[in-house]
């Protein structure tokens, strides 16, 4: 927690509390005509010590189950449980030291367990408002997050949508492939229809990018095998393409053009710069609790996701934007001349 929030929390405490003690003081001189005793002293610091740490722990409990990430209709009974065990704690402490050192003259007359019910009443009257500004404090402010990473996400896709775009449907890209298609309408005609469904499929879903935060493996791998279809037009046996899915993968949700943009940057950065050519493997898995895609490619890691294309960090901020902090992408050299991007998404267990 940063320390202001914490200053800030404990402020809003004791300051409640205080408020609390204030009342009863200002009853006891006003209303009821009395003097303020140090007994009546010692007795209103038992609601203000008992109240302060046992709704302290209350909230230490409560961010440690995770009830604020809980909806209302699954967090009220929870919450109403919590805030009948922390009135009786709270009562227990106060009504045990009254007793044990005579400190309740005035209420004598009544056994224990009448002691502890009318003092569980009274800490209910104060800690119900408490457990209700704590929890809708923190769901505003969960939506106000919620709102800024929304605005997030929406500024870094309209940050990319250009840059991205231009990688994606670049015209080096469609001017090859129309020249490659060219040079098959005499060769191979039927090659030539595929070439061009396969080019139509690839910018129909470019165009498509922007409409949708997430789209299924499988259209995904299927626009790429459409690019590198394309692609291998102009390489030849220069492009070696490899595949090692788990089909149980393929309704997985992932950034829309994201596998495309980083089989194209294997491509252009590793396989264009082979005199040889050589390999591209898009491998598809589940590890741990993550989805796990990982593109190999031959060649050398040299920056380009560090400046121009999607680059590390942009790459990283849409994937915690749409999946949380736990996804997660990285990039580096492997020994063999080979090049290794790896996205991380975290599956969604209501899945």
């Known amino acids: 927690?940063?320390?202001?929030?914490?200053?800030?929390?404990?402020?809003?405490?004791?300051?409640?509390?205080?408020?609390?003690?204030?009342?009863?003081?200002?009853?006891?001189?006003?209303?009821?005509?009395?003097?303020?005793?140090?007994?009546?002293?010692?007795?209103?610091?038992?609601?203000?010590?008992?109240?302060?740490?046992?709704?302290?722990?209350?909230?230490?409990?409560?961010?440690r189950s995770n009830w604020l990430l809980l909806p209302i209709e699954k967090a009220f009974p929870k919450f109403l449980l919590g805030v009948i065990i922390v009135c009786v704690v709270a009562a227990l402490f106060r009504v045990g030291i009254i007793d044990a050192f005579d400190l309740g003259s005035s209420i004598k007359k009544y056994d224990f367990s009448s002691q502890l019910i009318f003092a569980s009443l009274e800490y209910l009257f104060f800690i119900v408002p408490w457990v209700l500004i704590y929890y809708f404090y923190h769901y505003i402010e969960k939506s106000r997050r919620q709102q800024l990473d929304t605005l997030k996400l929406e500024s870094l896709v309209k940050e990319l949508e250009l840059k991205t775009i231009k990688s994606h449907i670049n015209p080096h890209f469609i001017f090859n492939s129309l020249n490659s298609i060219r040079a098959l309408i005499d060769e191979n005609p039927g090659r030539a229809r595929t070439a061009i469904t396969e080019l139509s499929n690839i910018l129909r879903s470019s165009m498509q990018t922007e409409k949708q935060e997430t789209v299924s493996f499988e259209k995904e791998l299927n626009i790429v095998k459409d690019y590198l279809a394309l692609e291998h037009i102009r390489f030849e046996d220069r492009l070696k393409v490899e595949y090692e899915i788990d089909s149980e993968t393929l309704n997985q949700p992932i950034p829309p053009m994201m596998l495309q943009t980083l089989v194209e940057n294997a491509i252009k950065h590793g396989i264009s710069k082979q005199l040889n050519g050589g390999i591209v493997k898009i491998i598809s898995d589940f590890k741990d609790n993550y989805h796990e895609l990982v593109i190999r490619n031959t060649g050398h890691l040299n920056g380009s996701f560090n400046g121009d294309g999607f680059g590390l960090i942009s790459t990283k901020n849409r994937l915690q934007l749409l999946f949380g902090q736990k996804a997660n992408f990285n990039i580096r050299e492997l020994k063999g001349d080979t090049v290794e991007a790896t996205v991380l998404i975290p599956i969604d267990p209501a899945k």
Request: with cysteine; glycine share 6%.
């Open 1 to 63: 927690m940063p320390k202001n929030s914490s200053r800030y929390y404990w402020w809003c405490q004791i300051s409640g509390w205080g408020l609390v003690v204030l009342m009863f003081i200002l009853l006891q001189f006003l209303i009821y005509e009395k003097t303020v005793t140090g007994l009546f002293v010692a007795q209103q610091a038992l609601i203000f010590f008992p109240g302060i740490i046992t709704t302290h722990l209350f909230r230490q409990f409560i961010r």
